[in-house]
Structures are given as structure tokens and as C-alpha cells.
């Protein structure tokens, strides 16, 4: 079984830059794919950015693209996600999951998310 924890979440300024981190417990993450999701108020959750196993394959939604960074430290069971030039339309929760079966990944696991807020 695998257990995930966001953290690095917080307040920043419109063009300011956050690092996501998410950590892996109870499991090595192995051969999972991992992915960022976010979800903002009156939204649909949604994809943020993906990386595969090696690292060797990432995919980022159109916003993301230019600005976000997704990476994994295998040897650490973490995912990371670098988020720059942030605007207040990147508010959101940002998920973390694992996905041992689909790609990009749907799940099967997921963390409980880091608030992330942008002041205008």
C-alpha cells in the first residue's frame, strides 16, 4: 500500500514561485506513474502535470506548460513540483497520486492535497 503527503503549499504573490513535494510512504513507489492534480473553488478537479516511472516521459496541461516543473527522486519516494510565475487563477488544492496501472495516471492513490494561494 502506498500513503502520499503534500506539503509546500502556502501564500505567494502574483509572479512568485512555489515547490510542491510529495512524499511516499508505506511503499516504494516503484513502477508507478505519478501526476499533480489540482482542484480550485466551484471547479472540476483537474490535471496538472504526469511523469512515468523513470522520469524519462512528463506531460503538463496547457496552463502548466512554461511554468511548472514536474520530478521524482526515486531513491527518496518523492515527486516534486516547481510552480513559477504563479497568478491568482493558480489558486487551487494540489493533489498528489500514484498510478500503477494507467497513463497518464488516474490513481489509485492520492494524498489530501496543499493549499496553494495567489494574492493578487
Known amino acids: 500500500q502506498v500513503q502520499l503527503v503534500e506539503s509546500g503549499g502556502g501564500l505567494v504573490q502574483t509572479g512568485g514561485s512555489v515547490r510542491l513535494s510529495c512524499a511516499a510512504s508505506g511503499q516504494p513507489l516503484r513502477r508507478f506513474a505519478m501526476g499533480w492534480f489540482r482542484q480550485a473553488p466551484g471547479k472540476e478537479r483537474e490535471r496538472v502535470a504526469a511523469?512515468?516511472?523513470?522520469?524519462?516521459?512528463?506531460l503538463y496541461s496547457d496552463f502548466a506548460k512554461g511554468r511548472f516543473t514536474v520530478s521524482r527522486d526515486n531513491a527518496r519516494n518523492t515527486v516534486d513540483l516547481q510552480m513559477n510565475d504563479l497568478r491568482p487563477d493558480d489558486t487551487a488544492v494540489y493533489y498528489c497520486?500514484?498510478?500503477?496501472?494507467?497513463?497518464?495516471?488516474?490513481?489509485?492513490?492520492w494524498g489530501q492535497g496543499t493549499q496553494v494561494t495567489v494574492s493578487s
Open positions: 497520486n500514484a498510478d500503477p496501472t494507467y497513463w497518464p495516471p488516474k490513481g489509485d492513490y
Open positions: 511523469i512515468t516511472w523513470t522520469g524519462d516521459t512528463t
